[in-house]
């Protein structure tokens, strides 16, 4: 197995994952916060998939993934106290456009060869990731913190624990 399919195939179940957390959550559960000072769970669905969109765009050097417009906007550290549903949006929703975005993202991890994953990560991630591939192997990672932060807000919640 080639490690581009590998990621495929870790990115596509990282969202199987993620729909297993959220499947008996409503949105009036989501716009909750497990602690005062914590983000609700609809504006961390917007925040990494606006994320993800922006970073694999800038990876790539040309729009994978456009997103509907004022999307990035509504999911900011600014917005992130906004507890506006109306705002934020809802699960079916953002669910949605996160698969769109990850499937985007698969498809053009499965064209990256072994040169193109070594290539320096833009500029404004470097501090974080050094290459695209280092990029590639961040996005699951980012999907997975989030949602340690929604396991919470399920236990908070008392709903089953799945994990």
């Known amino acids: 197995m080639a490690h581009n399919e590998l990621l495929v195939d870790v990115l596509r179940g990282n969202v199987g994952f993620l729909k297993m957390h959220l499947s ?4 009036a559960e989501l716009i909750q916060r497990p602690v005062p000072a914590a ?18 765009n800038a990876c790539a050097g040309r729009t994978i993934s456009e997103l509907p417009a004022g999307f ?13 549903p109306a705002k934020l949006g809802n699960k079916a929703d953002l669910v949605a456009t996160f698969e769109k975005v990850r499937e985007n ?32 192997y961040l996005l699951p990672g980012h999907v ?9 807000l399920r236990r908070k ?5 799945l994990f």
């Not at 983000?39 to 694999?56: H, K, R, S």
Request: some cysteine.
């Open 24 to 27: 008996d959550m409503t949105d």
């Open 72 to 84: 990035v906007e509504r999911y900011t550290r600014e917005t992130a106290s906004s507890n506006d």
């Open 144 to 152: 997975f913190m989030h949602v340690g932060q929604i396991q919470v």
């Open 39 to 56: 983000n609700n769970g609809l504006w961390q669905l917007g925040q990494f998939t606006a994320a993800e969109a922006q970073m694999v």
């Open 157 to 161: 919640l008392g709903k089953p624990i």
């Open 105 to 136: 993202t698969c498809k053009w991890v499965a064209t990256l060869s072994a040169e193109d994953m070594a290539k320096p990560a833009p500029e404004k991630l470097r501090r974080m990731c050094a290459t695209v591939g280092h990029v590639v």
